[in-house]
């Protein structure tokens, strides 16, 4: 059993046949962090991996189907954190996932240098607003601004974590592109893999999945578009396998 509070629920993460505790008003999962858990690379035996901004721990549970490694989320909202240990708990993963409970900025200090093989991350997108213009939901706020964490801070938390050779994978917005690809740069996180995303064909991409090694050489590959829609609105069949799983023959 598991304890939901005021207005959770228990959804299915189907593909991966775990349950993830959500709330509408405080946090729900996006499909950018369902297609950064699955674009990242993993070791599949041994290895560290660490998510930043793990909201309600999406990327972690997703991750944990694919890798034997042990995996830490960074959440420095507390209910968000709440929801993602209870998430863990109930899906009995709680030998390979731990959550922290603490700014990303402090982690490299807390956790150690160069101690992990993949950071994953599915940061704020948006430079912080006049207040007025804030999300009157502080918790809708804090995931979708850089209120707490610039994307500068992440980039350059995920090359202090990262071992030498080690892989960071980023999800965000192809307006954001050149600023991510040079601040990987800037830290050591050379870009190696690029895809764009798209709503449908004929339409202008909105999410970006890019990777980087550190201290990799300069040899970017831009991966085949991924299209989430065909035209009569149902979900293509690359992402209908990764929301639901291959289909039995």
Known sequence: MVE???????DYLLAENLRIIQSPSVF??????VLLARFAYLPIQKGNIIDLCSGNGIVPLLISNRTKASITGIEIQERLYDMAVRSIHYNDLDKQIQMVHGDIKKIPETLGKGKFDVVTCNPPYFSTPPRSEKNVNEHFAIARHEILCTLEDVIMVSSKLLRQGGK??????????????????????????????????????????????????????????????????????????????????
Do not use: C, W
């Open 4 to 10: 939901l509070r005021d207005d959770e629920r228990l």
């Open 28 to 33: 729900a999962f996006s499909l950018d962090a």
């Open 168 to 249: 960071a994978a980023f999800v965000h917005r192809p307006e954001r592109l050149m600023d991510i690809l040079t601040l990987m740069r800037k830290y050591r996180l050379e870009p190696k893999r690029l895809r764009f995303v798209y709503p449908k064909q004929g339409k202008e991409a909105n999410t970006i999945l890019v990777e980087g090694i550190k201290d990799g050489n300069r040899d970017l590959k831009v991966l085949p578009p991924l299209f989430i829609y065909q035209e009569e609105n149902q979900y293509t069949e690359e992402v209908q396998e990764i929301l639901f799983g291959k289909k039995e023959d």
